[in-house]
């Protein structure tokens, strides 16, 4: 799988949107950029993925660069329950390839 | 469904003892994922089952280490010896694959393994 690069922390502010950027300059034409996030003593959370057109779900918004080269996650009003560590992952989705995490980015949402 | 459930949540033991953790995916789910993480670093995959049939295994699993999924619904994560380098959470995830297509992924919360 293509290697991503994150920040390993970053902060925001409550109420304050949370933009968390990726690279993934290796990305290959059929692999998806996917999300997760690991909030202190839980499992990963699916948060969104996509390949190339920009994502919005409930949880976050997902902009992928024209290149793919490089993607950013949007959480649009970061509350203090999103404080956690967030992975960018790419993978293929038609292939049994499984999820390699990297150490992510530890995102400290404060009042 | 409640999503996936492992158990024990916590396990503590002597450095030599045998230790077997379990993971209930999510039921219709045919894929089932053991994960290991240590403190700092993200999920260290282990090994995948497509419902029985155990179709890979990282060169993290040694030996020691066996996996089962009978029937194609729980699995069962074995340590045998344990030693104090196993100490970490072990994770299970479990996903639908239809035709080659995957969903994504559902952790389960860990069970976190001490050995001593």
């Known amino acids: 799988d293509a290697k991503t690069t994150q920040p390993p922390s970053m902060d925001c502010a409550e109420g304050r949107a949370a933009n968390l950027p990726c690279n993934h300059s290796?990305?290959?034409?059929?692999?998806?950029v996917y999300w997760y996030r690991q909030i202190h003593s839980q499992g990963p959370q699916y948060i969104i993925h996509g390949l190339k057109n920009n994502e919005t779900n409930e949880m976050a918004s997902l902009i992928i660069t024209e290149d793919r080269k490089s993607s950013t996650l949007i959480l649009p009003h970061a509350t203090l329950r999103d404080t956690a560590v967030y992975y960018c992952i790419v993978r293929g989705a038609y292939n049994t390839d499984k999820l390699i995490f990297g150490t992510g980015t530890r995102l400290q949402v404060f009042p | 469904d409640t999503g996936v459930s492992q158990n024990p949540r916590h396990k503590i033991t002597k450095r030599g003892q045998n230790v077997t953790f379990r993971c209930d995916p999510i039921s219709e789910h045919n894929r089932l994922y053991w994960y290991r993480q240590t403190l700092g670093q993200g999920p260290e995959f282990l090994t995948y089952f497509q419902n029985e049939a155990q179709l890979e295994k990282s060169r993290l699993l040694s030996d020691r280490f066996s996996a089962e999924r009978p029937k194609g619904s729980f699995s069962t994560l074995e340590i045998q010896r344990t030693e104090q380098g196993d100490s970490a959470m072990y994770l299970c995830?479990?996903?639908?694959?239809?035709?080659?297509?995957?969903?994504?992924?559902?952790f389960g919360s860990g069970t976190r393994l001490t050995v001593v």
């Open positions: 995830a479990s996903s639908l694959g239809v035709q080659g297509l995957d969903y994504g992924y559902t």
């Open positions: 290796t990305i290959s034409g059929n692999e998806y």
